[in-house]
């Protein structure tokens, strides 16, 4: 930390802070494992169910960057802001690149069913015009 | 030559060098894995139905290893806060609680999680009737609705009780069966068991074997040489083929707990519920194994266990699972070298450089569980 605290600060601040970080990764997970049991997938669509469990993790992810790697008192210095800032803004624009080229498939002439292993249906065979 | 700023703060960037240099890796690190994952919800998102397989992962272990990972980043906070309180004792107890927890991560995924897959197979037919065949023998005459049932909750459990369910599009024969192969059949009509190591149940079945028919019919030298202990000799554009290695005629297949009945126990117990085919006129048998299935090689198109070959979700989970507990692995090591006496010299001589150093281990081993905190529900949940 960029802060040197006192052995009073670690033993009454810090060490509870660990535990808080604690409960909130062990409820995080089973929050998200009871959602999946409960089958919200199902209930709620593929996509809202990845938007909640995505939600949770990044709850739980940003507490231990925010105690567990000391960013709370690590944030104000700019060496680890913008290394930080600018991976995030490159993660994000990476993510939104290839996940975004997928969210644009329908194309024209695209079907949208396009199993390989699926009985087509046999078609009538177009008379040509002779 | 003294290394500047190990232990006092760069007046420029406010760290020392060690800390500045960890929170560039990590950067680079956010990189490799954001580069995978991209890469994973790219073919998540895009797969069609019936091609992703979700409903293969043991959501138990995972759930379980996750809590272990948590653990273990509390407990490495705990061995560096005991170091600012000049606490040498309680340092080597907790770092010691951290390297016992992620070899429990290990132990999990590498002896227990991955071998499980490697004996747990898929099996394809070539034909419709070949496929109609073996799903009378396991699940008797009136197969279908549950041979379905069972494909829609592995493949597309989201489309369920649609009006159309697209388990109905797909051909029978690529439905697979799935379970563990006990033994085999040979050209002589021979049986052998396979495996039956040490006892452990995973490890009496056969390990990745592999079979497809269509690379076999794409080789062009058909012309393969046996040597003198009548193992086949491949040349360059022969495919590897565990029929052909050990000239099998049949397998001999426990159909797997968990997909045909999701309420029984393993088929080992002989507990599961397509023994019932036998009173519907099926003809699956028993033996040691329980219920036990005879496919004959003609009969199967693709013979494949869910190593990383099988599928494109296999190749992703191996790759990223793989390469995170490369990572555990070299934390470990990181962490066993600051339990050497070497490290209590360090320590003695500079009390400061040594808690910097357990800091950035820390900051690594912090990284290591974000990335499974993504990694679990992205896996083993969706």
């Given at each position: ?8 600060y670690?033993?009454?601040?810090f ?5 808080l ?71 994000i ?38 | ?15 020392y060098?060690?800390?500045?240099g ?43 290893n ?54 747990h ?18 699940l ?20 369920k ?89 049949a ?27 036998k009173?519907?006129g ?25 190593e ?7 190749a ?10 490369l ?10 070298y ?12 500079n009390?400061?450089?040594?808690t ?27």
């Amino acid at each position: 930390m960029s802060d040197e605290h006192s052995p009073e600060y670690y033993k009454k601040k810090f060490i509870p802070l660990i535990y808080l970080v604690g409960g909130i990764l062990i409820g995080g997970t089973i929050i998200t494992f009871a959602a999946d049991k409960m089958g919200i997938a199902e209930k709620w669509g593929f996509v809202n169910a990845l938007i909640f469990a995505l939600s949770v993790a990044v709850v739980k992810a940003s507490a231990v960057i925010y105690i567990f790697m000391h960013l709370k008192w690590d944030i104000k210095l700019k060496t680890i802001s913008i290394t930080l800032g600018c991976t995030v803004i490159f993660l994000i624009g990476m993510m939104a690149l290839t996940v975004g080229s997928e969210i644009d498939y329908f194309k024209p002439g695209h079907e949208e069913n396009t199993w390989n292993h699926v009985s087509q249906p046999e078609q009538e065979p177009v008379p040509t015009e002779k | 030559m003294e290394i500047p700023y190990y232990d006092k703060e760069r007046p420029d960037t406010g760290l020392y060098n060690g800390k500045a240099g960890i929170w560039l890796f990590l950067a680079s690190e956010v990189m490799l894995f954001g580069a995978l994952f991209s890469a994973y919800v790219l073919l998540r998102v895009g797969a069609e139905p019936g091609t992703w397989s979700m409903g293969l992962m043991n959501q138990w272990v995972g759930a379980f290893n996750t809590l272990i990972l948590i653990a273990s980043s509390a407990t490495i906070v705990m061995a560096w806060v005991c170091l600012k309180l000049n606490d040498w004792k309680g340092f080597r107890k907790w770092k010691w609680a951290t390297v016992v927890f992620a070899f429990i991560f290990l132990i999990v995924k590498w002896s227990y999680e991955w071998p499980a897959k490697f004996t747990h197979y898929d099996v394809t037919f070539v034909s419709n009737e070949s496929a109609a065949k073996v799903y009378t023998d396991v699940l008797g005459p009136k197969f279908d609705e549950k041979q379905s049932d069972v494909w829609q909750k592995r493949f597309d459990p989201l489309k369920k009780d649609k009006e159309q369910p697209s388990a109905t599009q797909v051909k029978l024969k690529d439905k697979p069966l799935d379970g563990h192969i006990v033994g085999y059949i040979d050209s002589e009509g021979v049986k052998h068991k396979v495996g039956a190591a040490w006892g452990i149940p995973f490890w009496s079945h056969a390990f990745a074997w592999r079979h497809d028919r269509k690379n076999i019919e794409k080789e062009k030298d058909k012309s393969i040489r046996y040597d003198e202990d009548g193992r086949p000799v491949y040349k360059e554009g022969h495919f590897r083929d565990t029929f052909r290695d050990k000239d099998i005629k049949a397998i001999i297949l426990v159909p797997a707990h968990g997909t045909w009945d999701t309420k029984e126990k393993h088929a080992n117990s002989g507990t599961v519920k397509y023994a019932e085919a036998k009173h519907d006129g099926g003809h699956a048998h028993s033996d040691e194994h329980g219920h036990t299935v005879t496919i004959a090689r003609e009969d199967i198109s693709r013979l494949s266990s869910y190593e990383p070959a099988h599928s494109t979700f296999f190749a992703t989970y191996y790759t990223l699972t793989g390469l995170h507990a490369l990572h555990v692995l070299g934390g470990i090591l990181v962490m066993l070298y600051h339990l050497l006496p070497v490290s209590r010299r360090v320590y003695e001589k500079n009390p400061v450089q040594f808690t910097n150093r357990i800091e950035i281990t820390g900051l690594f081993w912090h990284f290591v569980d974000l990335v499974w905190i993504f990694l679990f529900p992205i896996l083993y949940l969706m």
